[in-house]
């Protein structure tokens, strides 16, 4: 089957994506939102990579090195073998931050006997829009473009230059390396710079990765999504992107195909929830100030989603020479959902300000101004809770009163209300307390829908949609309560097909979705947990697991009859709320085993 077969590099400031044979087939330089060096992801034919070409007698892996980001393709023929190592290098520096350059290193490692290979080394500089050309200069081979705008990469190797840009064959006799960069080099790499990197970017890993808590069920799934979460986090601001692609279909040959190089508001706090509830402070504390940084004005309304370096217009375009995945055009850069209103993403926000502030609470620096963007999240819910709006799933045509929208800014007020308390603001909490009372009943009234017994998509709506299974966790119902076990069951009815769950059946803008959202599956497994079916949510947990690609990794979308990965990749939705459901079957394993030990 052809499945988004990649593996993911990074070093926090960009990505590249490798396939299962070791091209890479997508990769932005210098930053995740830069335009395309490779993109052959999205159109096979001019959007250019960088593979390593063996004729068909070798057998092809591909494996993480345990808890690390660095991906091995290993190489066999009889005798002959070696071993791709892929990474972009990440380390401490001697002034306590992070050295993270823009460039990738290919480390080639001999294992047996004379392998050989060909370089098919093709940049395709600015997403291929003009004439690529490659210089072989003295110590690098030179890459450059001047028709759209002008950019050059810098390739350095310790094999011989002509070989690599002819695509002659190479035989390894040592190991060898290629170090691709956006900017020229200073000191000229080695090939012992080259394996020092490698040592130091694991060494960085393996420190990383061992924050993580160990877990007694699903521990290699949960490490392989926080580090996949990690790849998705951009130190320089702290923003996290929804995913490292663009334009990936959610339906092969539809239209829906969007830019996921952003920050949405809701997806990275959601990320930056579970990461920091596996201990890794720093990402929720850089998370914390790039949300700082972007609320200047009290009254100003948050946008849903903010660029990378906090743009705030994200004009979106088509890129029409590119022929798109699998010819799903068309390529788009830019995100025109900016402009949107949601208005949950107050209530996630306030959320994971409410969950850091407990945390931290001793050693929160900037607790003033999150105590000054708590009121401000207040006034605005005060002032606009009432209102229609596009809702989680963007829908791009009219506003609707969306439950889920309704419920989110409910959870704003009640955060808000939670950390008055642990900051001792009591005159704020009375002040709250009404406002709180009034969003829940407002809920209570409109959103439950008495002939479907279950809390639909909307206000007077027959449609179920899988984001009103979010009630529990947000903590606006309890998980026993008769509502809301008839609810799991009605979405279970209308929308799960094949143990898979759409987000909703209803149209949209662009008809009926058709394929499965992969987070709402995950959303399903964990509400089936909570009302007690724990049996059934395993059972189906297990088999979401194996439709991940050979290396675990997720997408945005599983197609509902063959399984195949589709939409934007990897997913930081997916895999976060694939750690929270493996986080719950792993807790009541080791509950029973504490019960087991007491002798009950």
């Not at 520096?93 to 294992?111: A, D, I, T």
């Not at 990690?230 to 279909?249: F, H, R």
């Not at 791009?396 to 989110?408: G, I, N």
Request: aromatic fraction near 12%; include cysteine; glycine fraction near 6%.
């Amino acid at each position: 089957m052809n499945n988004l077969d990649y593996g993911i590099i990074g070093n926090c400031r960009s990505a590249a994506l490798i396939s299962k044979n070791g091209s890479i087939d997508w990769c932005c330089l210098p930053e995740f939102d830069s335009s395309s060096v490779f993109a052959k992801l999205l159109d096979d034919e001019i959007g250019g990579s960088f593979g390593i070409d063996v004729d068909d007698s070798y057998e092809i892996q591909q494996a993480y090195d345990a808890e690390t980001a660095i991906l091995i393709t290993s190489f066999t023929s009889g005798q002959n073998s070696f071993e791709l190592h892929d990474f972009m290098p990440r380390y401490q520096n001697n002034e306590g931050g992070h050295f993270s350059p823009p460039e990738l290193v290919r480390y080639l490692k001999l294992v047996s006997g004379k392998p050989s290979f060909k370089v098919l080394y093709n940049p395709k500089l600015e997403y291929a829009q003009g004439k690529t050309t490659s210089f072989i200069k003295k110590d690098f081979i030179a890459s450059l473009t001047h028709e759209v705008k002008f950019d050059t990469v810098f390739l350095y190797t310790s094999f011989d230059k002509e070989c690599v840009v002819q695509g002659n064959e190479i035989t390894l006799t040592e190991d060898g390396f290629f170090l691709l960069t956006y900017n020229e080099k200073i000191f000229l790499p080695t090939i012992k710079n080259a394996f020092m990197d490698l040592e130091r970017t694991r060494i960085y890993w393996l420190n990383w990765s061992q924050k993580t808590p160990t877990y007694k069920k699903f521990d290699a799934q949960i490490k392989r999504s926080a580090i996949t979460l990690k790849l998705l986090s951009y130190d320089k601001t702290g923003a996290v992107l929804a995913a490292a692609t663009t334009s990936l279909p959610e339906t092969i040959g539809e239209v829906r195909n969007w830019d996921y190089r952003f920050c949405w508001i809701r997806d990275a706090s959601m990320v930056i929830k579970v990461v920091s509830e596996l201990g890794h402070k720093n990402v929720a504390k850089r998370y914390l100030q790039f949300i700082i940084d972007l609320i200047p004005d009290k009254d100003e309304k948050l946008q849903i989603m903010y660029g990378i370096n906090r743009e705030k217009k994200l004009t979106e375009m088509t890129l029409d020479h590119l022929s798109g995945y699998k010819g799903s055009k068309p390529v788009r850069i830019g995100n025109a959902a900016y402009e949107q209103v949601q208005n949950d993403i107050y209530g996630i926000l306030m959320d994971v300000i409410y969950e850091l502030i407990k945390q931290f609470k001793t050693e929160i620096q900037n607790g003033e101004e999150l105590w000054g963007i708590t009121k401000g999240i207040v006034w605005i819910v005060e002032k606009h809770w009432q209102e229609a709006d596009k809702g989680i799933w963007e829908f791009r045509s009219e506003d609707k009163h969306f439950t889920f929208s309704k419920v989110l800014c409910w959870t704003a007020i009640d955060r808000a209300i939670k950390v008055a308390e642990l900051l001792n603001k009591q005159h704020k909490i009375e002040k709250w307390k009404p406002l709180e009372e009034q969003i829940r009943k407002d809920i209570m009234d409109k959103a439950w829908n008495q002939n479907k017994q279950a809390f639909t998509q909307s206000y007077g709506s027959e449609h179920m949609d899988a984001s009103v299974l979010l009630m529990e966790s947000y903590g606006f119902i309890d998980a026993k309560d008769p509502k809301y076990v008839s609810t799991v069951k009605a979405v279970e009815k209308d929308l799960c097909n094949e143990g898979l769950l759409y987000r909703y059946k209803n149209d949209d803008d662009f008809g009926a979705p058709s394929s499965s959202f992969t987070i709402c599956t995950f959303w399903f497994i964990n509400s089936l947990f909570k009302i007690g079916e724990e049996e059934k949510a395993l059972k189906q947990f297990e088999q979401l697991l194996s439709y991940s690609n050979h290396l675990g990794l997720f997408s945005e979308d599983i197609d509902f009859k063959t399984k195949r990965l589709l939409g934007n990749f990897p997913q930081a939705y997916s895999h976060l709320a694939l750690i929270e459901c493996a986080i719950n079957f792993s807790n009541k394993e080791s509950e029973e085993h504490i019960l087991e030990s007491m002798g009950h």
